[in-house]
């Protein structure tokens, strides 16, 4: 490999291939374009010719027009990739709600992309019906690209990554305490791992087809809800159906996008040893269920609903949707108590497993936050004992626990400090706790000011500001955004 230059970071790569993901976003736009097209929407449709057009304009500049002398791409690379491509392809996502009129201001144009490609789901539309057919697609397909991940997409669509920086690129928008590989080469297990989520993509759509949604309406809710994004064709989202069938599909697969991929593949080679045996899934089960039940028995208690196998529904429902960070949401929760407020609060906060469509802080991290905590606490009994964290019957390395605990510690810190700036535009502490806590879980689910009763739309734009970038530190697991702010990342080795 050719030696570095003096250069401390290879910008002209970094934008070269900033290019390259542009070109995939614009080719992306020809979707939504064909549907406005389908539903005679003009003004939808030539939102997306200016759109694509500028997308691919700017990207064939940056990916033709630049020509780095080194074309390594190392870990520093990949980090600052990563986290600006995400900028970039909100930027660039914006311009059809801006073409079509959506939005006629570029702080909720982009808001709503960045919500979108985060898969957070806060949006700033209050009229979701009123948006042409094109725009809702594109507004789908956003939460249908970040789910698994806009790098994770080049790298199964652009072999000459998988040296190094791809390894980079992997592990930086992956999630996880550990990042696993299907196959030995990254691009392939990139294409092992789109080729999942596409099939379950295409599965969920034939399901809700074969219920009451058309082809449209089925087609976006497969795509946000096998992501865990959460936005919906509908303003009261999947229960305009007032379907059981369709909650009970909805619900199979938001628990589905809360597994790890990497299960997910075992069971599809038969390896379903694997998937009895893993404690990070027993967990998940077990958390989903107790929480389902208990929101449950506060329903009945509180004589909510006509009978027990619809509380069933709607608590499993929203225990899942919170669970796994999809953001549907069905009964008006708030005016419900602070019960279930709370415990969707908790749900909201861990998320599903590591490795998943799914946000928060992931239960694996939780698993060994609890299991060093049990140790400690047994080593102030017992001070010269060396006690390891096992995970699946595996120690977990020092680093990695130490890694946990910071995790915990800065993504805690991130959620008062954005709760506080929210409280300078007036909002109270709780709502304010409350919507910062979602936009970093990538939830969308708000309370009070943000909640049912209220909107995102109202929100000082600031405070969209703020909450868009917490969006995207939460979606690349805070490190891969943040150390772009600290000194080592800019002082040479």
């Not at 249908?144 to 390894?167: C, D, E, R, S, Y």
């Not at 490795?355 to 991290?365: E, F, H, N, V």
């Not at 019957?393 to 810190?413: D, E």
């Amino acid at each position: 490999m050719a030696k570095r230059s003096n250069q401390h970071i290879n910008f002209a790569i970094v934008l070269r291939m900033q290019g390259w993901l542009l070109l995939i976003e614009a080719a992306f736009m020809l979707l939504p374009l064909i549907v406005s097209w389908l539903y005679d929407e003009t003004t939808a449709l030539w939102s997306f010719i200016y759109s694509t057009a500028i997308t691919a304009g700017a990207g064939a500049l940056m990916a033709f027009g630049i020509r780095p002398r080194n074309k390594s791409m190392l870990k520093r690379e990949g980090l600052m990739l990563t986290a600006i491509i995400w900028v970039f392809f909100s930027v660039f996502g914006m311009l059809p709600y801006l073409f079509s009129d959506t939005f006629n201001n570029v702080t909720d144009a982009f808001f709503e992309t960045m919500a979108g490609f985060t898969t957070t789901g806060s949006s700033v539309i209050r009229y979701v019906e009123e948006i042409p057919h094109g725009v809702l697609f594109w507004r789908s397909m956003t939460q249908w690209i970040g789910g698994m991940g806009i790098i994770l997409f080049t790298l199964a669509v652009i072999p000459m990554l998988n040296q190094k920086g791809g390894i980079a690129l992997f592990n930086a928008e992956v999630t996880g305490i550990t990042h696993e590989r299907l196959r030995p080469r990254v691009s392939q297990t990139a294409k092992d791992l789109w080729l999942i989520y596409i099939g379950l993509t295409a599965v969920l759509t034939l399901l809700l087809y074969f219920g009451p949604m058309d082809w449209f309406d089925a087609v976006c809710h497969a795509m946000t809800t096998t992501s865990t994004g959460g936005y919906s064709t509908k303003n009261i989202g999947v229960d305009y159906w007032q379907s059981s069938y369709v909650f009970i599909v909805v619900i199979i697969f938001m628990f589905i996008g809360g597994i790890s991929f990497s299960l997910i593949a075992a069971v599809g080679r038969g390896n379903f040893k694997r998937l009895l045996n893993n404690n990070t899934l027993r967990w998940y089960c077990m958390t989903a269920l107790v929480t389902t039940v208990a929101i449950m028995a506060y329903m009945a208690y509180k004589g909510f609903l006509n009978s027990n196998g619809d509380r069933f529904i709607y608590s499993a429902f929203d225990t899942l949707s919170a669970l796994t960070s999809t953001g549907f949401s069905t009964f008006d929760y708030e005016d419900s108590g602070e019960f279930v407020t709370v415990v969707l609060m908790v749900m909201m906060f861990f998320g599903g497993m590591a490795g998943s469509t799914s946000g928060g802080a992931k239960l694996d991290r939780l698993i060994v936050l609890l299991k060093n905590m049990a140790n400690e606490f047994y080593r102030v009994l017992h001070t010269n004992s060396v006690r390891a964290v096992h995970i699946d019957g595996k120690p977990v390395p020092n680093h990695a626990v130490n890694k946990v605990n910071t995790f915990f510690a800065v993504y805690i810190l991130i959620i008062m400090i954005v709760a506080l700036y929210l409280t300078f535009y007036g909002i109270p502490v709780f709502d304010a706790m409350y919507t910062s806590m979602s936009a970093i879980s990538n939830v969308g689910i708000g309370h009070g000011v943000t909640g049912a009763n209220g909107s995102w739309v109202s929100l000082h734009p600031g405070a969209k500001w703020v909450l868009a970038f917490e969006m995207m530190v939460g979606r690349l697991e805070l490190f891969t955004v943040l150390v772009i702010f600290t000194r080592s990342f800019w002082k040479k080795d």
